[in-house]
């Protein structure tokens, strides 16, 4: 299913637990978000922006390297291209105008990599909004150069201090604040949270199956795809590239997590292979946690794909065997991303290179079509690449 049913289910994942304080908040987006995303002006604009401000449609482009190696043809779906340099700006953009048509008049958001909060700092900038970006200070760290771009869009950045001090740490404190100022707005940055958030931004996302729908054929004469694959941190970019192909069953659907040092090692974010039933940041999805229920750090080399859950859509996508789901470890993902950037030319972000990486591992017949959702740009990761290269040191 590619919708969830009113009260947010997608089989039984999903659903809006929320504390009573958030409740109203909560039942405001619900009631107001698929009204708002119909309308008209609403869709008009938006799509002039992803247009003349993200610069989409983001190319397919056949991938000479990866099929020879991997065979059939494979293409990849260049989301790096998109303005900020990643899927992320086509969910606030949209989000920023449900904002706007909603009253609201203060943005917050979290961010991971920092890819989320650039993004939301842009679409911010752009509605002249003011904007707090909520982040884990060992993420700032890593992505020093997001929290520099974010500042000098304007928003204020504020520093997540407790826990492991990553993601879910900053999205803990975002919520926080939003109980305390109920009328802020706030911009999910994947298809996690509570209903409506995974189907808002799943429908956001959308934009990239929709463009595929006509680019597969355009470029390889054939309807549709054989494999469409994707990475997965809370499952944005998958649920975009995913979107339209889910009620087509011959459209194989690749999931692709964060493997870390090894599933095994105890330093991994493999959410739906590790995690079991619970709940996080308002729904109920699959989550890693201990006997206990106290959710269990995760581990990424990616800082995007470093997040204890997964978005309910994908919990069931992958447990109703609609979708495969591989991990990937860093260093297949780092070998995977430094292979695209010297035979191809295209510097992929860390989190995309996990995707890449399942190529080999995939059954891929002559004649496929594999399309692989090439979700954002490696820049905020050269000095990783360059480390595992030994370049530099
Ligand atoms: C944030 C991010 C991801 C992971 O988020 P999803 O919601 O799973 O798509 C993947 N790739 C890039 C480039 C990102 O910035």
Redesign the pocket.
């Known amino acids: 299913m590619k919708n969830p049913d009113e009260q947010g289910f997608y089989g039984e994942y999903g659903g809006a637990f929320v504390p009573e304080m958030l409740y109203p908040n909560v039942a405001e987006l619900q009631a107001k978000y698929l009204e708002i995303l119909a309308q008209a002006d609403f869709q008009q604009e938006l799509q002039q922006l992803l247009h003349a401000y993200a610069g989409r449609p983001s190319p397919l482009y056949y991938s000479g390297y990866l099929s020879a190696k991997y065979g059939g043809k494979i293409y990849l779906k260049r989301e790096d291209l998109n303005h900020t340099g990643?899927?992320?700006i086509n969910n606030a953009l949209g989000q920023i105008l449900l904002a706007a048509r909603m009253g609201k008049q203060e943005i917050i958001a979290e961010t991971?990599?920092g890819?989320?909060g650039v993004a939301t700092a842009t679409a911010a900038a752009l509605m002249g909004m003011p904007c707090k970006v909520f982040m884990g200070e060992v993420d700032m760290a890593r992505q020093a150069p997001n929290v520099a771009r974010m500042r000098m869009l304007g928003a204020e950045v504020v520093a997540a201090t407790s826990g492991s001090r990553t993601l879910k740490d900053a999205t803990n404190e975002a919520i926080r604040y939003w109980i305390n100022n109920p009328e802020a707005y706030y911009l999910i940055g994947?298809?996690v949270g509570p209903h409506p958030y995974p189907d808002l931004v799943a429908r956001l996302q959308a934009v990239i199956s929709a463009e595929l729908l006509e680019q597969v054929p355009a470029h390889s004469g054939r309807p549709l795809p054989d494999k469409v694959v994707a990475?997965?941190?809370?499952?944005?970019?998958?649920a975009g590239a995913f979107y339209h192909y889910i009620e087509q069953p011959d459209v194989q659907l690749i999931a692709v997590e964060a493997g870390g040092k090894g599933i095994a090692s105890g330093q991994s974010a493999a959410t739906s292979q590790l995690g079991s039933i619970g709940i996080i940041h308002g729904s109920r999805t699959l989550l890693m946690q201990d006997a206990d229920g106290q959710i269990i750090e995760p581990y990424s080399i990616s800082a995007?794909?470093d997040y204890p859950g997964i978005g309910p859509m994908h919990a069931h996508l992958i447990s109703s065997g609609r979708a495969q789901v591989y991990s990937i470890n860093d260093d297949q993902a780092l070998a995977a991303g430094v292979a695209l950037s010297r035979h191809e030319g295209i510097l992929p972000?860390l989190?995309?290179a996990h995707a890449l990486a399942v190529l080999p591992e995939l059954d891929i017949h002559p004649d496929d079509i594999t399309v692989v959702c090439l979700?954002?740009r490696g820049d905020k990761d050269l000095q990783t690449y360059l480390d595992y290269l030994h370049i530099n040191d």
């Open positions: 990643a899927h992320k991971g990599a890819q989320h994947s298809v990475c997965i941190g809370g499952g944005s970019n998958a995007g794909l972000a989190e995309s979700s954002g």
